[in-house]
């Protein structure tokens, strides 16, 4: 499978606690986003990345959210002292970064719960 | 502020109907609007881009247009399935300095009945 994919697909933590997802894009695509989506609603636009540089985050990420790139690959995505707001989907996509038609695949996600 | 409003919220329709879903944005500057399906517990898939120069694009039973004087696009989708069931994603392109900046809608959950 080429696509892009997202680990773990579920998350159940406890509130307080810290968690970690991983997103591995499609291989020879530059760029990686991540969105958060809740129930009912679309994806909202949390950071993205070229390469392994952090060119843009959202409002929406809070000091308890943090992103890394670390050889411009897989990325992570790590949520500290996790509250119960903070239960949604985690999307990544992946994209090669060119021209105005530069389509963006989204994985399958990571659903957070926190309890 | 840029916004994508999708209606309705939600659709129910029988197997084999077709349906047309609509998308007003406020986004500028506009580089190009997507439509993407998501299913449940899953990813948005691409459906559909265009840019301002186009006004139609098919992609098999789904067909999108695209009004760009009136900032309206609607999604036509043709004799229904139930596989058809899942939500049916609006995203605005807008330029944004070097980069492109995605506005994504609320979505339209579509149910397909046997």
């Known amino acids: 499978d080429t696509g892009v994919s997202q680990n773990p697909r579920h998350k159940i933590t406890k509130r307080g606690q810290n968690v970690t997802f991983r997103c591995d894009p499609i291989?020879?695509?530059?760029?990686l986003y991540w969105y958060r989506q809740t129930l009912g609603q679309g994806p909202e636009f949390l950071t993205y990345?070229?390469?392994?540089?952090?060119?843009?985050k959202s409002r929406l990420l809070s000091d308890r959210f943090s992103a890394e790139r670390p050889k411009g690959s897989f990325s992570t995505l790590e949520i500290q002292r996790t509250e119960q707001g903070d239960s949604a989907m985690y999307l990544c996509?992946?994209?090669?970064?060119?021209?105005?038609?530069?389509?963006?695949?989204f994985g399958p996600g990571t659903r957070l719960t926190v309890l | 502020k840029n916004q994508v409003e999708q209606s309705p919220q939600s659709l129910i329709i029988l197997e084999g109907k077709n349906c047309t879903l609509q998308?007003?944005?406020?986004?500028?500057?506009?580089?190009?609007l997507r439509w993407y399906k998501q299913d449940t517990g899953r990813g948005p898939v691409s459906l559909t881009i265009?840019?301002?120069?186009?006004n139609t694009k098919s992609n098999g039973r789904y067909t999108a247009t695209l009004d760009a004087d009136t900032k309206q696009s609607s999604l036509h989708i043709t004799a229904s399935q139930l596989s058809d069931s899942a939500s049916y994603i609006c995203?605005?392109?807008?330029?944004?300095?070097?980069?492109?900046?995605?506005?994504f809608g609320s979505g339209t959950r579509l149910l397909v009945r046997p």
């Open positions: 996509a992946s994209s090669l970064g060119q021209g105005i038609y530069d389509e963006q695949f």
């Open positions: 291989s020879e695509h530059n760029r």
């Open positions: 990345f070229q390469n392994e540089a952090q060119l843009e």
């Open positions: 998308c007003n944005y406020t986004v500028s500057p506009f580089s190009n």
């Open positions: 265009m840019t301002f120069s186009e």
């Open positions: 995203v605005v392109s807008a330029r944004q300095d070097s980069s492109y900046k995605l506005i």
